[in-house]
């Protein structure tokens, strides 16, 4: 094949390129690579061969063609020049390749130009030609013709500064990896670094973008991999030489991270910083994550590049940044510098951060300058912030005052301050949060003086470098220090004070929301009357979102007084025209001044003012002033009438916006924040004044009345335009008009309803049902008397005045609420939620109650949700409710059989409760009732039997269980005595006549006696369930009225009310249900224990007298033990168990029982008589009147009787009861003890003791009720017997609660409080006798320790507040209850004087000095000397 020297003139690649074209088949390919050869020996240059081969131009010049053949064979065709070359050259075929590829290199990056010389990455045309020479390169080594490692050691061997594109594109072609180059060139952190600055600090020519990008690519891939080297963590131990590297390029970013920084510096002065650490911090990015780098790598390198940032030349100290920091604020510091914290932080949790924070600030020395400007960054970037960052504030503090450690204090206040310089937006002001955490009782500093003491040490140590905004803080706000202590907080303040004048700044003149945020000594530049001003407008702008007065200024008005009187009330009480609706400022000052924040005085004059300044400008009037406000309104109201059935919306809204003008101008009060639910108050009682205000609401109820019949008479409320609700719309605006409005209804509504006609309710009706809907959700009314507990919605306040007590008052109600409920049922829709709106509950309550009540067939008619059964649902409601001709019976009837008003009976709220029955019922007037006896009992056993009793519990009834049905009427019977007098006023209206408790009671008493008989549990033992029922009410009563541990008086007050009034419900129940029957083995008997225990925990607290029952209720008790015994098959022996039991058990219905047998005795006899055909009363019983046989002969001094054998108590009560009775002097007295031998018999010993216990309680009563001549009596019993029993000690017993035996019994006679007095008692009867009796009681065994126990009490009793109050003008012969203590001290300090060390041992000694060492040390010291020899009876000591 012959070569055509022409050729030689081509390109290989056109050459190439044409035979392709023109010999497109291949099959002749050995010939074709034969000349090719030919040519290459002809064409010996190897470097236009690669410019030929790597260039892309001339690669492309032949058009269409298959790639990859012309490439392949150019790469085989190359590799075969080379290594033919280096054969006949005797060199390595890598060395030539690395010279040829290092030219070629060379020449590709060689600036063409000027401009080129200073280009930090190279043109688009050299980026395509490099990529093209690497691709070629790359198959050369893929020949093994070209080593890498040797071409880079060409490349550095004449000093090179590569291009950072070029490193890059090694790297990316897989050619060089830039591992490889850090871990093999020396010099790489002199050129790497300066190369990445020059990178950076480069801006690509205007229209370069794709080489905009490049930079990032090149930026981001060496940051990559110095990262990924640097920081990446092997799992087994690195080698020399990798540790050297991941130093290297630890210490290449930090000097790139430096240049950052110190750029940062520099430009706080030359104000410019250029854009090259700009671009740098921009590979601060996640996306670093890839092949180069993992992401614990990045995260390691982020907190690593944090860290130094934040100690990066820490040359400033504390003082420096407390002077400094208000500079450092995220609006002031360096872009630059936020940027940095921005992108460092962006990967990691809040949490994590300020924990890394924290532990930087503890083990480094920082740049407060740094340190702050991140937190700030964190702050304002992050909203989840500001409550870790409270939390590490509040370890700080707490580490601090633990430690007593003064970095972690600076540090918390450093960090809070910088937090509060970013504003309120972002983190709580410095003064709430130094009030937060040292302003109360509970703040950091509050456990110790020494605490206190550090933390006003620090304060003073910083007020020569505190900006004087804080040092206003500090005073304004100062910690909480207790009384003791407050001189060492007044030192600081005196010191902050003097600095302040220093700094000629004035804590006066500081306004309630100065921002501290700015400079320190910026707060000094704004006057004191611009302050106000400001502080005016943000204190209004607060109460106009919030509804409320802001704190700040509530605090002014109490701790700031000056300011808030000459500075901030006169700016905010400035006069002007005020607007006919009351804006945010006005609504302020009415809250202010109800708030009671405003002098009268100055609010007057603003008044005053105000209306003076109406008056110069007229534009500002609407009405004339010639025209009376009265005549405007029943014009505008006229016309409004013309406009309800034919007006369009804009006139009928016009005339409206008229009316509510006139109106505001009638009453001038302020218009509430339809916001906030605001509470008025109507005073009932009291008359509507003054007389304009009553004939504005007459008419404006006048007009809505004719309103209502002209729309009515053209289409039903549902057809109607929305005139209603739009005119009682106008209405809430304004408290004055809403009260008058309330009270007039109350009135017409509550004295007046009899009169009005059928017209005047369906218009009332009507209007009620839309002020309801307007101001429920607005508004809430507070009637004065309080006659509801709380304030309720407008409804049910108008609701309140319908009552229901007489037949009058039943029809009028019954009347108004069917016209309300048709019409809200008819506006509604037919739409259960739309009716709930229109449809008061407390009305249609009402109607469920009245309609069965007055309307018998309501009865008998079973009504669902669907309508009457068997009849068609009503169509016209409406047109009933407004015929003239139809009574109220017909339409309440059409009402009670329409489908719509029985669904909204499953709404809760619309339910009628047996409880509500109950109250609704027993408020009736018997003797003005609508019903006559018979058909008042037929209609209550209809309702508790046969509508309350079936029906479930969550719907308001009983669920078919007859306990919860008389545990209702219970409640109601017992409610109904303790109401609060001014309900029972009202509804009761002041009459004489009784309400219809009997018939409850009545009713009661027929459903308990059913439960009695049916049984609840199926068998005999039902009426010991009806007897548990029954006291465990009352026990369920009395735990909710004392329901702490220690009950106040007026808790005690209320249970005493609470048991007087079960007292007479249980009168009217039979007494047989009050004992329980048990059977056992077939036989029945009586169980007296629950009796007992009620009587003895309920009964004892209320009797009155102290220690005794009433007659009627111990007769009701024991008529009960009596009739229960019937069913028994032994009553006789029953009855003296049950006695016996009782004696025992209940010593309080014992000694009852004594004191009436008189009484009791009849009675008792009789019934025994009836139930067991004239058989005596039993042995038990009949013991009563043997003892009071025995005990009025031994008090008449006769020969008595043998003493019966009785308890020792009855025995004492038979004496005490015969001796009160008698009334018998002294002589007799001491005649009849001396008959008993208490030395001798211990019998008669006991029963004189009960009755030294009885005596003494005669004495308390007498004592706290001051009688003087009964307290000479008792006082007189009680000595003669101590002259009988002073020898021995059981007397003493009477007087320890802890320590009685055989008299234990006493306590449960008298109440609690007359127990706690016994010590009172002790000292007041001792101190009134002989000193001979005195000398007799000191030689008493345990007289000493009685002594001393009893004054330890009372003087416990003293110091509680529970000791008897000393008379205006105590009697004679009776001790003054203040002077006791004082005299009991005493005597008992002489008793121990006089008593022998021997009579107590070590043991007693020293327990009876522990028990006198907190109450009185004197009387400790006293026992510890008079008796505390070491000469101590050894015997004693084993007592």
């Not at 056109?14 to 088949?25: E, K």
């Not at 005045?801 to 109600?813: E, P, Q, Y």
């Not at 619309?910 to 109250?919: A, I, M």
Request: include cysteine; aromatic fraction near 6%.
């Amino acid at each position: 094949m012959s070569v055509n020297p022409s050729c030689e003139e081509q390109g290989v690649s056109r050459l190439l390129a044409g035979r392709v074209v023109n010999r497109p088949q291949l099959d002749d390919a050995p010939r074709l690579q034969e000349a090719a050869v030919q040519l290459l020996q002809q064409q010996q240059d190897l470097c236009s061969l690669l410019r030929e081969v790597s260039n892309p131009d001339r690669c492309c010049q032949t058009g269409e063609q298959s790639p990859a053949a012309p490439g392949g064979l150019r790469g085989s065709l190359l590799e075969c020049e080379l290594r033919r070359q280096a054969t006949e050259l005797g060199v390595p075929v890598a060395v030539l390749s690395v010279k040829l590829i290092l030219e070629r290199l060379t020449e590709i990056t060689a600036p063409e130009g000027e401009e080129d010389e200073r280009r930090e990455l190279l043109t688009s045309s050299q980026r395509v030609q490099l990529c093209v020479l690497l691709e070629s390169s790359r198959e050369l080594m893929s020949q093994g013709a070209l080593c890498p490692k040797l071409l880079w050691q060409e490349y550095r061997r004449d000093q090179r500064l590569p291009k950072l594109e070029v490193l890059n594109q090694l790297h990316c072609f897989s050619f060089l990896s830039l591992k490889y180059i850090l871990e093999s060139d020396d010099g790489v952190r002199v050129w790497l670094v300066s190369r990445l600055k020059a990178l950076c600090s480069w801006t690509p020519p205007r229209g370069e973008e794709e080489t905009k990008q490049v930079q990032l690519r090149v930026l981001s891939t060496v940051v990559g991999v110095l990262v990924g080297c640097g920081f990446e963590l092997n799992s087994e131990p690195a080698a020399p030489d990798q540790r050297r590297t991941s130093l290297l390029c630890c210490s290449l970013l930090d000097e790139m991270l430096f240049w950052l920084l110190d750029t940062v510096d520099k430009s706080l002065t030359s104000q410019s910083s250029g854009a090259g650490p700009g671009l740098w911090i921009q590979i601060f990015d996640a996306s670093l994550c890839g092949v180069s780098a993992s992401a614990e790598a990045v995260q390691r390198f982020f907190t690593h590049s944090l860290t130094q940032a934040l100690t990066y030349k820490p040359r400033l100290t504390v003082s420096d940044a407390v002077t400094l920091q208000s500079d450092w604020t995220f609006a002031k510091a360096d872009p630059l510098l936020m940027s940095l914290f921005r992108k460092l932080a962006v990967i990691f949790s809040v949490e994590l951060l300020l924990r890394h924070l924290q532990q930087v600030l503890e083990t480094h020395e920082v740049n407060w300058k740094h340190v702050l400007c991140f937190l700030s960054t964190l702050l304002v970037y992050n909203p989840c912030a500001p409550p870790s960052l409270r939390e590490l504030l509040s370890r700080l503090l707490t580490s601090a005052f633990e430690g007593y450690d003064l970095e972690h204090m600076i540090t918390a206040f450093l960090l809070a301050r910088q937090g509060a310089l970013e504003g309120a937006g972002v983190f709580s002001s410095y003064s709430d949060w130094f009030k937060m955490s040292f302003g109360g009782s509970s703040g950091f500093h509050a456990s110790s003086k020494k605490s206190l003491v550090f933390l006003l040490k620090f304060l003073s140590d910083l007020v020569p470098f505190e900006p004087p905004q804080y040092l206003k803080v500090h005073i304004l706000h100062p910690p909480f220090i207790p009384v003791k202590h407050r001189s060492l907080l007044m030192e600081y303040i005196s010191l902050a004070k003097t600095r302040l004048a220093d700094l000629k700044e004035s804590v006066e003149d500081m306004g309630l929301y100065e921002d501290i945020s700015g400079a320190g000594g910026a707060s000094g530049s704004t006057q004191p009357q611009c302050q106000a001003v400001q502080d005016v407008e943000k204190a209004v702008s607060l109460f106009d979102s919030t509804g409320r007065i802001s704190a700040t200024v509530m605090e002014a008005s109490i701790f700031r007084r000056p300011y808030f009187l000459t500075r901030f009330l006169p700016a905010l009480l400035k006069p002007r025209v005020l607007p006919v609706k009351a804006d945010a400022r006005m609504s302020l000052i009415e809250a202010l001044k109800k708030a009671e924040k405003l002098p009268a005085a100055q609010y007057s004059s603003y008044v005053e003012s105000c209306q003076r300044q109406r008056r110069q400008d007229r534009s500002v009037v609407c009405l004339d002033a010639a025209d009376d406000p009265l005549e405007v309104l029943e014009v505008q109201l006229q016309e409004f009438r013309g406009l309800v059935v034919d007006g369009n919306d804009g006139d009928m809204m016009a005339q409206l916006s008229r009316i509510s003008h006139t109106l505001c101008v009638v009453f001038p009060g302020r218009p509430d924040d339809l916001m906030e639910q605001t509470v008025i108050k109507v005073h009932v009682d009291a008359r509507l004044s003054p007389e304009l205000h009553v004939k504005v609401i007459n008419m404006i109820l006048r007009n809505f009345c004719q309103c209502t019949l002209d729309a009515s008479r053209a289409n039903p409320p549902n057809k109607q335009n929305l005139w209603a609700s739009r005119f009682v719309s106008v209405l809430p605006g304004n408290t004055q008009l809403i009260c008058s409005l309330v009270h007039r209804l109350w009135d017409l509504f509550h004295n007046q309803g009899s009169s009005l006609s059928a017209a005047h309710v369906l218009g009332l009706a009507a209007f009620v049902v839309h002020l309801h809907g307007s101001v429920s959700h607005s508004s809430l009314i507070q009637l004065v008397p309080p006659i509801l507990p709380k304030p309720v919605p407008v409804g049910e306040a108008v609701s309140a005045a319908l009552v229901c007590s007489t037949h009058t008052d039943m029809l009028f109600c019954v009347r108004f609420c069917v016209a309300a409920v048709c019409y809200g049922i008819c506006r509604g829709h037919s739409l259960p939620q739309q009716q709930q709106d229109y449809v008061p509950s407390s009305f249609y309550k009402k109607l469920l109650y009245l309609i069965p009540r007055l309307l018998p067939e309501a009865r008998r008619t079973a009504v669902t949700a669907e309508g009457a059964v068997g009849e068609s649902p009503e169509k016209n409601l409406w047109s009933s409710a407004t015929d003239a001709g139809a009574t109220w019976r017909t339409t309440a009837w059409r009402l009670w059989r329409h489908a719509a008003f029985h669904q909204l009976q499953d709404t809760p709220q619309y339910q009628l409760s047996f409880s509500d029955w109950l109250v609704n019922e027993l408020r009736v007037q018997r003797s003005e009732d609508a019903l006559s006896d018979p058909e008042r009992q037929e209609y209550q056993q209809w309702a508790c039997l046969e509508l309350f009793l079936p029906r479930a519990e969550e719907q308001g009834g009983c669920g078919g269980d007859m306990r919860i049905l008389c545990s209702r009427l219970l409640d109601a019977v017992m409610d109904q005595q303790l109401k609060d007098q001014s309900l029972e006023k009202l509804h009761q209206r002041a009459s004489a006549t009784g309400t219809c408790l009997p018939d409850i009671i009545s009713r009661l008493q027929e459903f308990v006696y059913e439960m009695e008989v049916t049984g609840l549990s199926g068998s005999r033992s039902g009426r010991a369930d009806v007897c548990d029922f029954l006291f465990e009410f009352i026990s369920r009563r009395c735990s909710s009225t004392v329901s702490s541990v220690s009950p106040s008086v007026s808790s005690e007050l209320s249970l005493q009310h609470t048991l007087n009034t079960w007292n007479r419900v249980l009168l009217a129940l039979p007494p047989l249900l009050l004992v329980k029957l048990k059977v056992e083995g077939g036989r029945t008997t009586l169980d007296c224990t629950t009796l007992t225990q009620h009587v003895n925990q309920h009964q004892r607290k209320v009797c009155s007298p102290a220690g005794l029952m009433s007659s009627h209720l111990t007769s009701h008790l024991l008529r009960g033990v009596l009739s229960a015994s019937v069913s028994c098959g032994r009553p006789r022996e029953e009855v003296n168990k049950a006695w016996t039991q009782i004696s025992v058990h209940c010593p309080l219905l014992l000694t009852s029982a004594v004191r009436w047998w008189e009484r009791l005795s009849p009675v008792l006899s009789s019934l025994w008589s009836r139930v067991c055909d004239g058989e005596p009363l039993p042995e038990q019983l009949q013991l009563l009147a043997d003892c009071r046989h025995w005990a009025h002969s031994v008090a008449r001094c006769l020969s008595p009787p043998p003493m019966p054998p009785a308890p020792a108590l009855l025995l004492a009560s038979s004496l005490h009861r015969a001796w009160r009775g008698r009334g018998g002097g002294n002589q007799s007295f001491g005649a009849a003890l001396n008959m008993l031998r208490p030395e001798r018999v211990s019998q008669d010993r006991q029963v004189l003791v009960f009755l030294l216990f009885l005596c003494v309680n005669d004495h308390l009563l007498t004592l706290l009720c001051l009688q003087e001549k009964s307290d000479e009596e008792s006082l007189s019993l009680c000595s003669d017997l101590l002259c009988v029993l002073v020898d021995s000690s059981d007397w003493l017993l009477i007087f320890k609660s802890s320590e009685q035996g055989v008299y234990q019994s006493v306590t449960m006679v008298t109440s609690d409080e007359f127990t706690r007095l016994m010590p009172w008692a002790f000292y007041s009867l001792l101190l009134q006798q002989s000193a001979e009796l005195l000398q007799r009681a000191l030689r008493c065994p345990g007289f000493l320790q009685a002594a001393v126990l009893c004054y330890t009490s009372l003087l416990q009793l003293v110091l509680d507040g529970h000791a008897p109050a000393s008379a205006a003008e105590p009697p004679e012969k009776q001790l003054d209850p203040s002077q006791i203590l004082s005299q009991a001290k005493r005597f008992l300090l002489r008793v121990i004087s006089q008593t022998s060390a021997a009579a107590l041992s070590s043991a007693q000694l020293r327990r009876l000095e522990s028990q006198c060492a907190d109450v009185d040390p004197e009387v400790a010291a006293a026992l510890s000397v008079h008796l505390g020899a070491p000469s101590l009876s050894p015997e004693m000591d084993f007592l």
